[in-house]
Each structure stands twice: as C-alpha cells, then as structure tokens.
C-alpha cells in the first residue's frame, strides 16, 4: 500500500506563488509516475502535471506549473506561479504504477484578492 500526504496549499492573491508538497510512504518506488491532479467545486477532477521516475514530464501548463521529485525523500513538488482565481481547487497528489492507482486527500488552493 502507499500512502500519500499533501503540504503547501493556501490563500495566496493573484499573481502569487505556492510551492505544493506530496511525501509518499509505504510501498513505493521509483517506478511510480507521481502527479498532481486538482478539482474545483462542480467540476471535474483534471491533470495538472506528472513525472516519471527518470524525470519525465507532463504538464497541463509547462510556463507556470514546474513539478519535481526528490526519489530520495519520496516527494513531488508542484511550484505554481502566477497563479489565477480559476486555480482555485483541491490539489491531490497521485502515485501510479502499472494498474494501482493511489490518491493523497488534497490540499486546498485559493487564489484570491
């Protein structure tokens, strides 16, 4: 099992910058593909960016969102910058590998003046 924890959410004002933290535990591996998906009020759970453990990556906007991942500590970072109120969701980590699937529970991005 894996289990995942998200740090680093907040209000911050447009324009601003936050720096997300996901720390995995348990089984988990560098073979895993970690990322992070958000979802707002109403609306459906979307991809924001992934890396894979040889540092690929995938990126829903590469100009503002840089994702990361120290394999050493068994964390991925999500640096936002320039952020929007349209930003405003839940940001949950994912860790995947082969047909398993985990989800961290979230942490709460407001972008607001």
């Known amino acids: 099992q894996v289990q995942l924890v998200e740090s680093g959410g907040g209000l911050v004002q447009p324009g601003g910058s936050l720096r997300l933290s996901c720390e995995a535990s348990g089984n988990i591996h560098s073979g895993y593909i970690m990322g992070w998906y958000r979802q707002a009020p109403g609306k459906q759970r979307e991809f924001v960016a992934s890396?894979?453990?040889?540092?690929v990556i995938s990126s829903a906007d590469y100009v503002r969102f840089t994702i990361s991942r120290n394999n050493a500590k068994n964390t991925v970072y999500l640096q936002m910058n320039s952020l929007k109120p349209e930003d405003t969701a839940v940001y949950l980590c994912n860790a995947k590998y082969t047909c398993n699937s985990h989800w961290g529970q979230g942490t709460q991005v407001t972008v607001s003046s």
């Open positions: 890396i894979t453990g040889d540092g």
